[in-house]
């Protein structure tokens, strides 16, 4: 199964948001170019070049969130029981090395650059070496993770 394919439904609000929020700049930056125009020569006007290359960024970016979202299939992960990690679950982890406590929340890799980083909590993709080694496990299984930096392992504490 091709996990890469699928998103939370907080991940598509969450995308559908960030399309929201060019298309409210993009007049902004439409009009800026405008006015910067007006200026005179366009080959040393900064202000021109930079509201137009701001409105590329823009337009790149919603045509490039339109596609994919397109081609993703959305997920309700609300309705899955707890029993197990699985796709959008979070759970709570014990490294086996240093002891330390970490929350997991595993998405599909389309979502990861929507959330904000929390302390002790790390967003990752099923797709990544940590989602990969937490599928599947059960509170008090052990998740060995082989990462580029080696080794880890896991416990299983809690499927939050």
């Known amino acids: 199964m091709d ?5 939370t439904t907080t991940g598509m609000e969450r995308l559908q948001r960030r399309i929201n929020e060019l298309l409210t700049e993009r007049p902004r930056v439409i009009k800026a170019v405008s006015i910067a125009r007006e200026f005179g020569d366009l080959s040393e006007n900064a202000e021109y070049k930079a509201a137009k290359e701001r409105q590329r960024q823009i337009d790149s970016e919603i045509d490039y969130l339109r596609k994919i979202s397109a081609r ?44 904000e980083e929390e302390p002790n909590r790390q967003v990752v993709s099923v797709v990544s ?18 990462a580029p930096m080696g080794e880890r392992q896991l416990e299983i504490i809690e499927i939050l």
């Open 72 to 115: 993703l299939k959305v997920i309700d992960t609300s309705v899955f029981p707890k029993d197990v990690v699985r796709f959008g679950s979070s759970c709570k982890t014990r490294d086996q090395d240093t002891g330390e406590e970490l929350d997991f929340l595993l998405v599909g890799a389309a979502e990861l650059n929507f959330y």
């Open 129 to 146: 070496p940590i989602g990969k080694g937490l599928l599947g496990k059960k509170p008090g299984e052990i998740a060995i993770i082989q």
């Open 3 to 7: 996990l890469s394919v699928y998103i």
